[in-house]
């Protein structure tokens, strides 16, 4: 009951997707129910044939009955025409539409739709998901409609030409529907899972073309072809189950049709016997029945393909649905200093507690290094700060005032950020440092950003300069040369907040020299959050952090740790015996 409630509900947000294009859609049905109620012509001029033309001398008939034909099945041809464009044209809008409405909502989800899901299974969404919608669309509603009104009118015809016998073949309409409403449940949830399965095969094609030299270089080529191979396996399997279980509802409906048809011929003959109906009216009769099954077959294949869009619009409306980001806040957000305070925060991932009663002050200014151990919580922490993540318990303040009552992008608008995993775009350097709201800066302001972070001096060679596009992922340009690009953005927004994660760690030495020169000339006047592995990249900072285990363990300057003996001591010793050795 559930599932056809939803189902239905699915059906009606289609529906109602449709609203904007009303004069698209009344068009194309007006063309269908045209093309339909022109069905009993046909047999009726086979009536009018045999009954009153037939056998006799050449007269006014002779060449009017083929110009009619001619005219007929022109007319049809061009209300198809009229119908099948235009439905389409309805239904290639309607799915821009919703592929629009999905990536809004895409573009707004919070960080941990993102964990919770593959990339694979988010974009199956808007490629085979969105597919299955044109279908049900398109194909579905067009034999629903016109095929509807076909037996519609050629039932109407029968009747008219004999009630008797036209009942028969109502008779089969309960055991029909019966039938196709107990096979639409099975086939909703096996659409279900063909598209689960799908989501799977894009993951493993995502993470194949991500992950290709490590894939040669660790020798996982049979890894991956047998995971894909699985993937495959599985589509296939529910592909067959829908197949075989619509292939199994097929013959039954038809027996069901098969015997209205048979009594109803069977009691024609019986009536043409007895003289009760004429030749004509049998040939017309019997036409009009014959004529009667592709629409039915048709009606009853149907519900393969509506069961599969109505699932793939389960899918669909479920992503736009999401809860978003709550953006909204009353704490203005003008001239900020960028102090900030943690007070009794907590954090985790999926009832997983990350960080545990994490008390910090940050002055505006300051410099702030976090350091310890690899997965202690240092880049959870810093997350919090933009909001990618919500704290369990506790607060944070930025100048005072609570972040969680500030208007989401204005906070943003406050930090930058360079990660250790760079994220650049299919596009020009220049719009890859100018990128989104940075866009309407000068040009020379994007210039002088891109001269701090030393990439001029890698752009300068290339004949396109700036306007050369660095491909997927900055696939064409270095992991130093992506690292730099990233950090010029970040210089780029000025912003009062700056947070490092591992900024640095993909630079040669020369290189991450250059940069620590740029940060130290950036720094002055901001806040600076840094996260780092390389203790020798911090020393100048003004003071550490260091966390192990979600919690804060020891505090102070560079010097001051060092003399306290405790884990910064240890791990800036670990390392220090580390390069003396690589030295050696």
Known sequence: ???????????????????????????????????????????????????????????????????????????????????????????????????????????????????????????????????????????????????????????????????RLAVFLLLVAPPTAWIISKVSRRMRQLSHRLQGSMGAINAVIEEAIGGHRDIKIFGGQDYEIGRFERAINAARKFTMKVVSTNAATEPLVQACIALGVGLMVMLALREAARGSITRGDFVSFVTATAMLLPPIKRLTNMNEN??????????????????????????????????????????????????????????AGEAIAFVGPSGGGKTSLV???????????????????????????ALRAQIAYVGQHVVLFNDTIYHNIAYGALRALPHAQVLA??????????????????DTEIGDKGLRLSGGQRQRLALARAILKDAPILILDEATSALDAESERRVQDALTKLRPGRTCLIIA?????????????????????????????????????????????SAERADF
């Open 533 to 577: 592995h390389r203790l020798a990249t911090i020393e100048g900072v003004d003071r550490v952090v260091v966390i192990e285990d979600g919690r804060i363990l020891e505090q102070g300057t560079h010097g001051a740790l060092l003399k306290r003996g405790g884990l910064y001591a240890k791990l800036h010793a670990l390392q220090y015996e």
């Open 383 to 409: 997350n919090l700060i933009p909001r990618f993540y919500e704290p369990t318990e506790g607060e944070i303040l930025l100048d005072g005032q609570p972040i969680a009552a500030c208007d989401l992008r």
């Open 306 to 363: 509506l069961q599969r869009g109505l699932a793939a619009a389960d899918s669909v409306f479920a992503l736009i649905d999401e809860p978003i980001e709550r953006t909204e806040g009353k704490a203005p957000l003008a001239a900020i200093r960028g102090a900030l305070e943690f007070r009794g925060v907590h954090a985790g991932y999926r009832d997983s507690p990350v960080l545990s009663e994490i008390n910090l002050s940050i002055n």
């Open 449 to 466: 950003a891109a001269d701090a972070a030393f990439v001029t001096e890698f752009v300068a060679p290339l004949p396109q300069g700036f």
């Open 1 to 163: 009951m559930f599932e056809a409630t939803k189902g239905l509900g699915s059906y009606r947000r289609l529906l109602a997707a449709v609203q904007p294009y009303r004069p698209i859609f009344l068009g194309s049905l007006l063309g269908m129910v045209a093309l339909a109620s022109t069905e009993w012509v046909l047999p009726a001029l086979l009536r009018h044939l045999v009954d009153d033309e037939f056998g006799k001398d050449l007269g006014r008939y002779f060449l009017l009955l083929p110009v009619v034909l001619i005219v007929l099945f022109f007319t049809r041809g061009l209300m198809s025409y009229v119908a099948n464009v235009g439905l389409n044209a309805l239904a290639n809008r309607v799915v821009m539409d919703l592929r629009a409405a999905m990536f809004r909502t895409l573009v707004a989800l919070p960080t941990r739709f993102f964990d919770q899901r593959t990339a694979g299974e988010v974009i199956s969404k808007f490629t085979f998901d969105v597919t299955q919608m044109t279908q049900a669309a398109t194909n579905c509603l067009t034999v629903l409609v016109k095929d509807s009104f076909i037996i519609v009118a050629l039932i109407a015809y029968l009747v008219y030409i004999n009630g």
